[in-house]
């Protein structure tokens, strides 16, 4: 049985092209204007920015799915009940890609945060768009649900809100203060945990401390949250940082890299 | 969304809407940075702390962390410093927020007013409920019978565990029934026997290189699973997966083997590393008993384990029973011999749940033994529990009668000669009235509708039982039978000490704490136990004389010890030292207490002429119920990696996990291709799978990664249960959950 | 609580919200914060032994914060106070008059404001800079 999106996704890839092609340049959002007027250095060393990404490695990887979890509590992720998921797909903004027949490799996939996101270059409002910081970032509020980043990700990777989120019983009292729950009617996405790096950031910033590749490695809450260790989050600028080592391995590979997405989520291949 | 409507909920839309309507100022509808929530008291504005604590969704306790704003719990996350997880957590352990805010919990005491599984209830004060529940009790202890009190405990390993087996030791029943039959007793009878303590293997994974799993559930969903997970974190293990249904989790090899075929294939390893020399014969000359002859207690010669095994169980014996080919157990024995650090470990509810079930696990433990794997290179020694110091109760003459009658499940009777637990005979033992009538049942920690297979008898027995109390958080099927439901504090609400899943060469006692104060009118059970032994007083309450159970806990460990576990959220790194053995060797291949504990059975003359090795007893094929003909396949029903005993149906995130393709809510039927052919089955049909007592709707889900005349289904949902027939090891009493033959046909 | 009394007793806004040089944010004070200089009399107003009856009791004090962010705003104390250098009446009201504790929320500032502020003062203009 295929997902209600799946068929979705694989027409989606021979469309990226096309999207891609026509999109590119055409799309001002507010927001970028506004970023490029932004003078205030970034807080990273040496004052270039940081670009962030993340390492996952797949032949430590359990596929226990307990980043998936752990994504949903972090970011107010609602189940959607036995009722909706029939007729659309659960959010998981930490998915799991299921098995090719035949294989066993199920593969973790966040948002890829592309260095080149097609989705950014289709959202008409300015609701998606690239941080400073190398976040493939959407801000709720702007998002009016058009879609066309979903039909733009190639990957799969963006969720449209069907119904009013949901939580047992009504009761929000587990949400998370530090992230916004979503309506009805708009896109969400990964956000590698943006509101966590914002904090740790400040804090140093604050402390007057320096702020370490190692107090990053594990900062999203999928990599909080993994048992073996299997997902590496930190600045791919900083040629130092343990990030960008393990990007550079020889086991490292993205997903559709003919897409020209260039992901800034690579994974490390199993060995035999 | 009752109480909260979607503005307090959504800000987002609501100021999308706002700003259109060019509303400037009206910031109230969209305040929605903290919604006014009822779980808040206790919180202070802004407030936000980290409690320590210990995860209470399976028996592994892990160590947690929750991330608690005014007052509420808004995050789980693994403690790093705590041994058996270092820092991470499973998706099962992060989901207990949804139990905790479910809006289903069940808020006060309640009885039954109706008739039973009518449903109807009137809300009662803990006064009133404890009032009535020693009452009832009392009238059975003043008739001198209280071993007509019988409590199903679905609990292990906690020091409310420990206060029931006091309580009824002063109240004088001996009918304190665990689950073990039903989860790891195949494995921790092995253990027990072997090793003289009872409790899973502990294994020393720092060292090994290579794990050889039993059962697919060991690295998806046991109490040992994040052990293993955490292992892999530090050391990249080759991992061998012997199972009939291919893991979700991450393996190098799996070995499809045949139903109920683990034991023969752990004899037949065995049998080449005997044969080639390939086993630790340091190991075994030094610690090990009844690998070569042997002299028993009464200094008779006896034939060790080496003979029995030389004379069979050569791989092309065994590849009928286990479905491996011959050069496959050649090829695995010597990767096992050669890589020499290597753990086997049986899983807690796959490899021993068979017919076989205590001969498997004896045979698995066998294995490591040979190896030499039970000092620093493998599975070393077993889980050591923490015990309460509490003084010793005070037991009357009422109660030494009662705890001297036989237990109602039969468990160290000749109906089950060597098991310690066997909560599948309850309801026949409830039927009967045999051997004495149940007056009381008091269902804790398990619902054995839902939990385990037999529900009619099961339906039966309730009805049955004049007083049915379910101490539980929500209101599940058994609850729906009760004449009095408790609601019991989640974990996250609630104080206890927990002993975690086994390292080796220490010991690791977790601490629960109260994470947030209970959101509904509810207790936990170890206050209960305390206050009903106050309400029935004498010898019994003088046996529990603390005001609460809070109470309890600090008089049962050193103070120091306490503050310590507060402040890290348990205790470890303690040399295990002291623990006292039963046994002079530390491995015993033929089990002394395996030839005594059968020494006065009705199967003592059977023993001692048909067993091959005293203590030891033999290896037999697996038994299925059902008719070959008429159930052309086995069930294999598993422990997923979202499995929770009882609970997935609280946990909604559990159930949505992206662990399958499609839908994630239907209950599937896993099936191999080839099979599916032979059937006339398509991937995503509708398909009715039946046993000889029940029957399951179920989608079609076509897999090579399921052996070739099995059908694998997930435990946890749908009526999966009740196709099993609760058939059982004779020895042990271990269930046999993969003993059931099915047909699976389309629905049309 | 009367924060003028407070005030003009040389207090500091960081004395009672302690979060607003370090936190996100300024929080409330605890009942023991109270304590450290009520568990003494410290005037003759007729509410002030109160203090002492809650504390007595075992109980907090219901604090009711006022000024809440929208759900998708974050706002950080420390970040404005402690590395920018502002303070607390650029955005609240001047507190050493108001005789009480705050009966309505004090700040109503528009995005716009915000956005102004960011830019005359160069901060970050990255919408995940404030939105969450």
Redesign the interface.
């Known amino acids: 049985m295929k997902r209600a999106d799946d068929d979705a996704r694989d027409s989606r890839r021979s469309l990226l092209a096309a999207l891609a092609a026509s999109a590119a340049g055409a799309i001002t959002g507010c927001?970028r204007a506004?970023?490029a007027?932004?003078?205030?250095p970034s807080n990273a060393p040496s004052g270039r920015r940081r670009n962030w990404g993340m390492v996952i490695d797949l032949d430590r990887c359990a596929r226990c799915a307990g980043c998936v979890v752990a994504c949903q509590q972090e970011n107010n992720v609602p189940p959607l009940g036995p009722d909706v998921a029939a007729r659309t797909r659960p959010i998981h903004w930490m998915d799991f890609l299921p098995p090719a027949p035949g294989s066993f490799a199920a593969t973790p996939v966040p948002c890829m945060h592309c260095e080149d996101p097609p989705c950014v270059k289709v959202c008409p409002v300015g609701a998606t768009?690239k941080?400073?910081?190398g976040?493939t970032?959407q801000?709720?509020?702007r998002c009016i649900g058009c879609r066309y980043c979903m039909v733009a990700c190639p990957y799969g990777r963006r969720y449209f809100n069907w119904s009013e989120p949901r939580w047992p019983g009504g009761d929000p009292s587990s949400l998370n203060p530090?992230?916004?729950?979503r309506p009805r009617g708009v896109v969400e996405k990964c956000?590698l945990c943006?509101?966590r790096i914002?904090?740790v950031v400040?804090r140093a910033?604050?402390?007057e401390e320096p702020l370490t590749d190692e107090a990053l490695r594990r900062l999203p809450a999928c990599a909080q949250s993994c048992p073996v260790q299997a997902i590496t989050f930190g600045d791919l600028a900083d040629s130092e940082s343990e990030v960008a080592r393990l990007a550079a391995s020889p086991r490292a590979m993205r997903l559709l890299p003919e897409a020209g997405t260039r992901p800034k989520v690579i994974y490390l291949r199993e060995t035999k | 969304m009752s109480r909260f409507g979607r503005r307090e909920l959504l800000?987002?839309a609501a100021?999308a809407g706002a700003a259109a309507l060019g509303c400037?100022?009206s910031?109230d509808p969209?305040?929605?940075?903290?919604p006014p929530v009822p779980g808040g008291r206790?919180g202070?504005?802004?407030?936000?702390r980290w409690v320590l604590s210990t995860c209470a969704l399976c028996d592994a306790g892990c160590g947690i962390k929750v991330r608690v704003v005014e007052g509420r719990a808004v995050k789980i996350e693994g403690n790093p410093d705590h041994p058996v997880n270092l820092g991470g957590l499973c998706s099962r352990g992060q989901a207990a927020l949804q139990a905790l805010y479910h809006p289903d919990r069940v808020r006060s005491p309640l009885r039954r007013i109706g008739a039973r599984g009518e449903g109807k209830w009137r809300p009662i004060s803990w006064d009133e409920a404890i009032g009535e529940l020693a009452g009832k009790l009392g009238k059975l202890r003043a008739a001198g019978h209280p071993e007509r009190l019988v409590l199903i405990d679905g609990e292990t390993g906690t020091f409310t565990h420990d206060l029931w087996a006091r309580f009824l030791v002063a109240f004088g029943s001996p009918n304190h029934i665990g689950l073990e039959s039903a989860r790891a007793a195949g494995v921790e009878l092995a253990t027990l026997y072997t090793q003289g303590r009872y409790g899973l293997p502990a294994c020393d994974l720092a060292r090994g290189r290579l794990l050889l799993a039993m059962g697919t559930d060991l690295l998806e969903s046991s109490g040992q699973a994040m052990r293993f997970l955490s292992w892999a974190r530090l050391v990249r293990p080759h991992v061998v997966c012997v199972s009939p249904r291919r893991p979700g989790c991450r393996f190098d090899e799996w070995i499809p083997i045949a139903p109920g075929g683990y034991g023969a294939l752990a004899l037949s390893l065995a049998h080449v590393l005997v044969r080639d020399g390939l086993v630790d014969r340091e190991f075994l000359r030094e610690s090990v008993l009844g690998f070569s002859g042997w002299r028993d207690q009464a200094g008779v010669e006896q034939s060790g384990f080496e003979t029995l095994i030389r004379a069979a169980y050569a791989p092309d014996q065994t590849q009928e029973g286990t479905g491996i080919a011959a050069a496959t157990v050649e090829r695995l024995a010597h990767a096992l011999a050669k890589q020499r650090r290597v753990v086997v470990a049986a899983s807690d509810g796959g490899a021993t749940a068979a017919s076989n079930g205590l001969a498997t696990g004896l045979a698995i433990a066998a294995l490591n033994a040979l190896l030499g794997n039970l000092e620093g290179g493998g599975a070393a020694g077993a889980q050591v529990y923490a015990v309460p110091q509490w003084e010793a109760p005070t037991v009357d003459a009422i109660a030494a009668a009662g705890t001297a009658a036989p237990r109602i499940d039969g468990a160290g009777t000749a109906a089950c000669p060597l098991g310690r637990s066997r909560v599948q005979a309850v309801p026949a033992a409830i039927a009967q009235s045999n051997p004495y009538p149940v007056e009381a049942l008091f269902l804790h920690g398990t619902d054995p509708l839902t939990a385990l297979p037999g529900r009619q008898e099961w339906v039966a027995a309730l009805h049955q039982v004049p007083f049915l109390v379910r101490a539980t958080s929500w209101l599940d099927e058994s609850a729906w039978q009760a004449d009095l439901v408790l609601p019991e504090s989640l974990p996250l609400e609630a104080l206890d000490v927990v002993t975690c899943a086994p390292p080796a060469g220490e010991w690791v006692v977790g601490l629960r704490q109260p994470v947030v104060t209970p959101l509904q009118d509810t207790r936990q059970m170890g206050d209960v136990i305390v206050a009903l032994a106050a309400g029935l007083g004498g010898s019994v309450g003088r046996s529990l004389p603390w005001k609460s159970y809070s109470d309890a806990v600090a008089t049962s460990l050193p103070a120091e010890t306490l503050a310590e576990m507060r402040e890290k959220g348990g205790r470890w790194n303690q040399p295990k030292t002291d623990v006292p053995g039963s046994i002079p060797y530390k491995f015993e291949i033929c089990s002394q207490a395996i030839a005594s504990r059968m020494a006065g059975t009705a199967d003592a003359a059977h023993a001692s002429q048909a067993w091959p090795c005293k203590g030891l007893p033999p290896w037999t094929p697996p038994r299925f119920s059902g008719d070959p003909l008429q159930f052309p396949l086995h069930l294999l029903p598993y422990r997923p990696v979202p499995f929770v005993e009882n609970g997935i149906r609280f946990l909604p995130w559990l159930s949505e996990l992206p662990l399958v393709s499609g839908d994630p809510w239907p209950v599937r039927a896993e099936i191999n291709p080839a099979d599916a052919a032979r059937f006339g089955l398509a991937d995503g049909d509708q398909v009715l799978v039946e046993s000889p007592i029940g029957s399951c709707k179920a989608v079609a889900q076509l897999s090579d990664g399921v052996r070739v005349g099995v059908v694998a289904m997930a435990l946890g949902r749908g009526a999966v249960v009740d196709l099993v027939v609760p058939d059982e090891d004779h020895w042990s009493g271990v269930l046999a959950w993969q003993g059931t033959r099915v047909r699976v046909s389309k629905v049309s | 609580m009367s924060h003028k009394r407070h005030i003009a007793k040389a207090m500091k806004c960081r004395a009672c919200h302690q979060?607003v040089?370090?936190e996100?944010?300024?929080?409330?004070p605890?009942l023991a914060d109270c304590m450290d200089c009520h568990k003494t009399p410290q005037g003759q107003e007729p509410a002030e032994p109160e203090v002492r009856a809650f504390a007595a009791r075992g109980q907090?004090l219901a604090?009711?914060?006022l000024n809440?962010?929208?759900?998708?705003?974050?706002f950080?104390h420390?970040?404005h106070v402690?590395?920018d250098h502002m303070g607390c009446e650029e955005c609240h009201r001047d507190m050493s008059a108001v005789n009480q504790a705050l009966g309505e929320?004090d700040v109503?500032l528009?995005m716009s404001e915000c956005?102004a502020c960011h830019?005359s003062e160069?901060?970050?203009?990255?919408?995940?800079?404030c939105?969450?």
């Open positions: 927001t506004m970023a007027e932004s003078a205030e768009y941080s400073e910081e976040i970032a801000i709720w509020e530090d992230v916004a729950p956000t943006h509101h914002r904090a400040e910033r604050v402390d | 800000g987002g100021l400037r100022r910031r969209y305040r929605i940075d903290k206790g202070r504005a802004g407030e936000e | 979060g040089e370090g996100a944010r300024a929080s409330f605890t907090e604090w009711v914060q809440r962010l929208p759900g998708h705003v974050y950080s420390a970040a402690t590395l929320a109503h528009e956005v830019r160069q901060a970050s203009l990255d919408c995940l800079a939105h969450k």
